[in-house]
């Protein structure tokens, strides 16, 4: 398929996300294993920290979240309430678990909304079958299937008033244990919502002389929690204009913007259209700033409406993903996050 031009001139990455989320309950390594099958560039582990400092790969610190958690006696006493980036959550969370008993645990499809539900009632075919990963076993992971990686620190603020413990600090000392100190080792882009953190990543990692690729994850709401922590006003819509690009390409090399509301938004009946695109990676490019959009979702619940497959109420019915990329593609971005990385790479 063809592709417009990108910042580089190279082939848009495609970026597994949460592994081959699609298929396998997210954050496994058997999630990561079909990706690397299916063609992926690079895998995604969002991360979060132990109550002795590993880093393991669950897209929250809440557990019950996506694992089984709540089913294992000897964890009852853990659950509690926290408040987590503003929100309130009554449950099970990472920090207040060493890694011995992460290690007890069994990793479960998503459980999603006020009633839990599975966000993919056929993925829980694979429940409790396989561990929480740490950091270290996805880099073995890539090294062996020859991808990259694409870690997301989650929550740094919260991690680093609850535990102490600073996550990027863990991250690179895994990454420099490993061998990984530059692009070329192994292709690493760490991605963050909040904006001091991957300030702080810029510093640390020219200290250690270390050249690995910074993403900055952009809201198509509100403003990065650390920000809002220390009374400031910037949104994520002010950084997405020309000088708030310009101010990111100080410190990383590229953004994650959510796909509809900063490139190519849907129209009043929910259709994507052709030449609609904004200005988003023209200005995004002019900063040097590489765009890899997220998350594309092959099912008709997640496609605009002429996208979606023959049965548009059955929401779960995979429609034409490929399609869809295929669009965004025209807009030259550089790269994309999908659960479906076998459809990712026929668009690419
Ligand atoms: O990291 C890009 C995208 O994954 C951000 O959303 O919530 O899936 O981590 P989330
Ligand atoms: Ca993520």
């Not at 990963?133 to 890539?142: E, F, S």
């Not at 490139?263 to 609609?276: M, Q, T, Y």
Request: with cysteine.
């Amino acid at each position: 398929m063809s592709y417009a031009k990108t910042l580089t001139g190279q082939r848009p990455v495609v970026i597994a996300h949460r592994g081959a989320s699609g298929y396998r309950p997210e954050h496994t390594l058997a999630a990561y294993e079909l990706a690397i099958a299916q063609g992926a560039d690079f895998i995604e582990p969002d991360l979060v920290m132990t109550a002795d400092g590993v880093l393991i790969a669950r897209h929250d610190n809440v557990l019950d979240f996506s694992t089984n958690v709540r089913d294992l006696p000897q964890f009852t006493e853990k659950k509690t309430t926290k408040v987590i980036d503003g929100a309130n959550h009554t449950g099970w969370f990472s920090e207040d678990f060493t890694h011995a008993e992460i290690r007890q645990l069994r990793a479960r499809e998503r459980q999603t909304g006020s009633v839990p539900t599975p966000f993919r009632p056929a993925n829980c075919q694979f429940d409790d079958r396989w561990p929480v990963p740490t950091l270290t076993d996805v880099i073995q992971l890539a090294q062996a299937g020859g991808v990259g990686i694409y870690p997301e620190t989650k929550h740094p603020t919260h991690i680093l008033k609850e535990t102490g413990i600073d996550i990027n600090e863990v991250l690179l000392d895994t990454l420099q244990l490993h061998g990984i100190t530059n692009f070329d080792d192994l292709p690493v882009y760490i991605q963050s919502f909040e904006v001091q953190n991957l300030q702080r990543l810029r510093q640390e990692m020219r200290k250690r002389n270390m050249d690995l690729r910074l993403v900055q994850l952009l809201g198509d709401r509100g403003q990065p929690f650390d920000i809002a922590q220390a009374g400031g006003s910037t949104t994520y819509a002010d950084m997405a204009t020309r000088d708030g690009l310009a101010h990111i390409a100080r410190y990383a090399n590229g953004v994650g913007p959510e796909k509809y509301h900063f490139i190519l938004p849907k129209d009043e009946a929910g259709r994507l259209n052709p030449g609609e695109a904004t200005s988003f990676v023209r200005n995004a490019h002019a900063a040097r700033l590489l765009v890899h959009p997220y998350t594309f979702r092959g099912e008709n619940r997640s496609l605009p409406k002429n996208f979606q497959g023959k049965q548009p109420h059955n929401e779960l019915q995979l429609g034409n993903l490929v399609g869809e990329i295929e669009r965004f593609l025209q807009t030259g971005i550089d790269g994309f996050f999908t659960d479906h990385p076998d459809l990712g790479r026929q668009a690419q």
